[in-house]
């Protein structure tokens, strides 16, 4: 297979796609935040009613910095008793202890497997913010607590100092951190190249662009670590348009599916899209594979064709000058050629389905 390079509306579609339905405006809200974290990177949003450990959230501090793009899998020294240098978040752990994000407790412990208070992981937010111990008087805590409620930092996180935080907590504290100017008075969210709509809201589109890579099929697991720059671990991934968390598991059912899947992803947000081939979403993005049986010309222009035939018997629909020149005479592509298609599906009131062609890759 010779993988073709993603067209710039293909990022947005797929964009359009993370984003549910937005229907009542409190489900929306969270429901953008959540997308907006899991393309950000700063961590996996499935599950996101789980407990925050203390390690967890170091991650997600340094994944929200400027030194996600140098962590390493373990770290180079042991900074804390209970914190081997193979840990898990060893090397997270260390950069946020070094940078005064978060403290450490006496005895020389970090406790890392611990829940997350509220109080402490607004002094690591605040801390991102650019914010430091001379900038509170006093009661240090409540200062910072003073400061996160005056900043909006609260807005969807509706916990007490020392209340634990779950995932959810979290989507929206960092949601908020991208939008929430720091004290220097630059938006903290440009630094992940984050833009603001006109309602002040993190606009998703702007954040999966042509950094985009795919499409690209893989038959095997192996063959999909190889072809991503990350970690599939790592990875926020999503399978024919649903986010999984047990991404392992859910990827060998899909590769062993028999025609293999079709892999886009993002290095930025390490975010995996993964389509199984043969398999049709009504409701998202599908692929299919065949031999091309008709080109389609509308009798109004009989140079731009406007649908292909699969051997499967399928009308796909083509739209845009992109898909139309590929499969036109100026194309490279003819009839008995075997392509792999990756198409959307839309129903009319009267129950007719259109199957509309958004990329393609050629065998």
């Known amino acids: 297979m010779n993988g073709r390079k993603i067209a710039a509306s293909l990022a947005v579609v797929l964009a359009a796609e993370a984003i549910a339905p937005m229907m009542a405006e409190a489900a929306v809200n969270f429901d953008l935040q959540k997308k907006v974290i899991g393309l950000s990177g700063i961590m996996n949003t499935s599950n996101d009613g789980a407990w925050v450990t203390r390690g967890e959230f170091a991650s997600m501090l340094v994944n929200a910095s400027s030194y996600r793009s140098t962590v390493s899998g373990t770290s180079n020294t042991s900074v ?47 801390a991102l913010l650019e ?35 779950q995932k959810k907590d979290c989507i929206s504290l960092f949601y908020n951190l991208l939008k929430t100017d720091t004290k220097s008075g630059t938006m903290f969210g440009k630094s992940l190249d984050c833009e603001l709509t006109a309602d002040g809201e993190i606009n998703p589109f702007t954040m999966v662009d042509n950094s985009l890579k795919g499409p690209k099929i893989v038959r095997s697991e192996s063959g999909l670590e190889s072809y991503l720059p990350f970690k599939l671990k790592l990875a926020n991934v999503y399978i024919d348009g649903d986010p999984v968390s047990d991404s392992s598991e859910r990827v060998s059912v899909a590769l062993e599916s028999g ?14 899209w993964l389509y199984t081939i043969g398999t049709e979403n009504e409701n998202g993005r ?28 399928i009308t796909y629909e083509l739209e845009g000058t992109e898909m139309q020149f590929a499969f036109s005479t100026y194309g490279d592509l ?25 990329d393609y890759i050629e065998d």
Request: proline residues 2%.
């Open 334 to 358: 003819r009839v008995g050629d075997s392509v792999t298609l990756v198409y959307t599906v839309a129903m009319d009131q009267e129950g007719n389905e259109t199957r509309t062609v958004i």
């Open 286 to 313: 599908s692929a299919v594979s065949g031999e091309i049986e008709n080109v389609v010309y509308n009798s109004a222009d009989l140079m731009t064709p406007s649908a292909i035939i699969l051997d499967d018997g």
């Open 80 to 126: 804390f008793a209970d914190v081997p240098r193979n840990q898990e978040y060893a090397s997270q752990i260390r950069i946020a202890a070094e940078q005064g994000w978060m403290n450490g407790y006496l005895g020389g412990n970090f406790k890392p497997e611990e829940y997350i208070t509220l109080q402490d992981g607004v002094k690591g937010v605040l």
């Open 259 to 272: 025609d293999g899947v079709l892999v886009y992803y993002h290095s930025l947000s390490k975010t995996v």
């Open 131 to 165: 914010y430091v111990n001379s900038d509170f008087t006093g009661d240090q805590s409540g200062s910072r607590l003073s400061k996160y409620y005056f900043l909006e930092l609260n807005e969807g996180v509706n916990k007490e100092a020392m209340d634990i935080l």
